[in-house]
């Protein structure tokens, strides 16, 4: 009896976890890059802009020419 409480909640434990690892958020696959015609910096999935940080309008200049995103 004990025991088979005791699996059964061992069990519910196992399955969340699995339920809570392989929830992925949505993520949009597809990759984009700066709109700029010779400019092939990926934009960031979470960059909204359509130009990388080299190119994309902003009061503060990037001093990297590269923005690596690596996601
Ligand atoms: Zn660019």
């Known amino acids: 009896m004990v025991k088979v409480r005791c699996d059964m909640a061992e069990q519910a434990l196992k399955g969340q976890r699995i339920l809570g690892s392989s929830r992925a958020p949505k993520v949009i696959s597809q990759e984009r890059i ?3 015609r010779d400019c092939e910096t990926k934009l960031s999935r979470y960059n909204r802009r359509e130009q990388c940080y080299a190119h994309a309008p902003t009061k503060f200049p990037r001093l990297r020419g590269r923005v ?3 996601a």
Do not use: A, H, S
């Open 34 to 36: 700066c709109i700029e």
């Open 68 to 70: 690596v995103t690596d």
